[in-house]
């Protein structure tokens, strides 16, 4: 009995160091491991590859930056020369024209003498200051002002239609020159190029006949103006001609009034 007892106190410690070995729980942690291995290679695989295709797409942008960089130094700049091709193929110059003379100047220098000389190459007769009589006598030169202002005006419309006309052919010309360059055309940045170039002729185009029609309407706006002024006249004269007729009916009427006549007045013979 006193053997036994000193057996268990002894093997009680032994008894706690003994390790208990689970096959099934460390198959699974091995494959989960493994898992985890696997699936942790599965995502770096992946993050190669698109690590690659985004070198790849670099790479291609790197080549076509380059590519525009020679076309660039070959033909200029598309968007430099969409800013540039007007002041430098048009001309600053052209682009800020002002054809003829403004609708003030033209009133200004119209001059009434000139007007009643005008014969418009021989279709008027100039009108001379002499009556019916054969005698001369003094106009009134500020009466023939107005219609020197619409005669000015209509000088300043033909010349800007001169002007307007040679310019306007030459923008053409230079538009259908632009679009036989533009069918040539063998890269992006020279079509681009050429469509600036083309735009900014149209625009031009565009002013040069807007230009015209203002020209226009200052010649009509004259006319106008003056129609306006002789109505004013012509209604001004209907009204004096009334005012004149009450005021003599008034006067008339006061000197009857003074008038006393008495058969004393009258003598026999």
Not at 54 to 82: C, F, K
Not at 149 to 168: F, G, I, P, S, Y
Request: hydrophobic fraction near 40%; charged fraction near 25%; glycine fraction near 6%.
């Amino acid at each position: 009995m006193k053997y036994l007892l000193s057996f268990l106190l002894l093997a009680a410690p032994m008894c706690a160091q003994w390790i208990v070995n689970d096959p099934v729980n460390t198959a699974v942690n091995s494959a989960v491991q493994a898992g985890q291995a696997a699936n942790h290679l599965e995502t770096m695989r992946r993050w190669a590859e698109q690590l690659e295709q985004l070198n790849r797409q670099l790479r291609q942008l790197e080549e076509q930056l380059a590519v525009q960089q020679r076309i660039r130094d070959v033909i200029g700049d598309p968007s430099a020369a969409g800013a540039g091709v007007a002041l430098r193929d048009l001309g600053a110059g052209d682009l800020a024209r002002q054809y003829g003379e403004t609708l003030a100047a033209a009133r200004r220098l119209a001059n009434a003498v000139d007007s009643l000389r005008r014969t418009s190459e021989g279709i008027y007769q100039k009108l001379d200051d002499r009556t019916a009589l054969g005698r001369e006598f003094t106009r009134q030169e500020s009466l023939y002002k107005r219609y020197a202002a619409v005669e000015r005006q209509a000088d300043n419309l033909a010349a800007v239609q001169t002007q307007t006309d040679e310019r306007a052919a030459g923008l053409q010309a230079d538009i259908a020159a632009t679009l036989e360059q533009l069918r040539a055309a063998s890269t992006q940045a020279e079509v681009d190029k050429l469509n600036g170039k083309l735009a900014a002729l149209n625009g031009q185009l565009a002013r040069v006949d807007a230009q015209r029609r203002d020209e226009e309407g200052k010649l009509r706006a004259q006319q106008i103006l003056n129609e306006n002024q002789a109505a004013k006249e012509r209604q001004d004269y209907l009204e004096k001609q009334l005012a004149e007729e009450r005021q003599t009916l008034g006067v008339v009427g006061a000197w009857q009034e003074s008038m006393k006549v008495t058969p004393t007045d009258y003598t026999r013979r």
